[in-house]
């Protein structure tokens, strides 16, 4: 993306702004014929739109409450819900402890106004997911890559923020374990930093037991939400609908009244409108959607998975996902997934490279892969192409030189 002048006056801020790579590429995959595995989009058939038009039916008729303005923290109702869910999940708090945002990406943009000045130390994973780096960049930390094992977490100095998605991560699918998760809040402790848990897919599990959240086990030492650290961010957009943008960030009062001033200045508030839709219909099927997105999710990824074990070429490493909609791939080192890509759109088949997952410029040998938007058959034809691009690839950097054609 560029700009037509020059000479505009823009801050340093917007400088350091670059477009994302997915959705630049979701304006080229919508083209007739192409299989994307590219966007982690949810299945609009899951989408319960009869009950969605109901809702919005409902909340009309409302003596026009649905079409004014609301509190900053969001509609109380919903709030409410939240934090018995958050509550049931082993993370007790009430609703002063929850602020409903838009869609949990503006919730990275109010942390990262929160705590961050240029320069200050933001610990994350790597591979991480590129919004969480679009949002941070804004605000020019030094970012610290950083890999949390249970037995030893790597030292440094000071750090105002951790960020991890434990669940099922954007991009690589890897679930964190608990003892990761405890050396992750160990060292957050150490360094003084506040822990941001995306929790974007926690509820998309597939196999295999549930996993305490970090904010769980972090009030389970600490005694209280209050005197926790870790500020969880949740969306409605992966189980109910991507398109409300209804998310909430669920932490410490004393951060949320102050994540609230910070929401004010930008927004006021999310639609009333959508919060009082969302309350309805998560207060009536919010279980029956999650188990509907699991059984049609776990489903694709079988497939996948599948497919990659049949036709992967040697030398080509993949994750086994237990929930989530992402699988990673890893290349010979000698690979270019950038490359790769333009090959493989001229075949009709997308995919994010790797590069776009780092801040370091690595990655280039990594891809991502989505099941959610693909059905079975789509998927095993799409991986059969890729695999067959890659064996491609394969031969050629054999034959001498960096390649992926």
Known sequence: MTFDRPD????????????????????????????????????????????????????????????QY????????????IARMMTARGVACTEEHV??????????????KLFLDPGDALVTAAPTYLGALQSFSAFDPAFVAMRFHADAVSESGPAKLVYLVPDFAN???????????????????????????????ADLRYEGESLPSMAALDIADSGSIDAARTLYCGTFSKTLSPGLRVGWVCGPAALIRRLTLI??????????????????????????????????YAGRRDAM???????????????????????????????????LLAKAMELNIAFVPGRAFFTDGSGANNLRLSFSLLHEEAIANGIGTLCGLLEVALRAGAAGGRSAA
Do not use: C
Request: no cysteine.
């Open 8 to 67: 505009y006056p823009l801050s340093r801020r917007a400088h350091r702004m670059r477009a994302s790579e997915i959705r630049e590429l979701l304006k080229v995959i919508e083209r007739p014929g192409m299989t994307s595995f590219a966007g982690g989009i949810p299945e609009p058939s899951l989408f319960d739109v009869a009950a969605f038009r109901e809702a919005y039916a409902e909340a009309l008729t409302d003596s026009g409450a649905s079409l």
């Open 70 to 81: 609301s509190t900053s923290e969001g509609y109380p109702p919903l709030r409410q819900w």
């Open 99 to 112: 602020l409903v945002t838009h869609g949990s990406q503006q919730a990275l943009d109010l942390i990262g």
């Open 171 to 201: 991009p690589s699918g890897e679930t964190l374990t608990v003892r990761e998760r405890e050396a992750a809040l160990a060292f957050a402790r150490r360094a003084g930093a506040i822990v941001v848990e995306d929790a974007a897919y």
């Open 263 to 296: 929401k004010q200045a930008a927004d006021l508030h999310t639609a009333t409108i959508n919060q009082q839709v969302v309350h309805r219909i998560a207060s009536t099927s919010f279980d029956g959607a999650v188990q509907r997105a699991r059984a049609l």
């Open 305 to 339: 998975l599948a497919a990659l074990d049949r036709h992967a070429p040697a030398g080509v490493g993949f994750t086994r996902p237990a929930g989530g909609l992402f699988v990673w791939l890893t290349l010979p080192p000698d690979l270019d997934s950038d490359v």
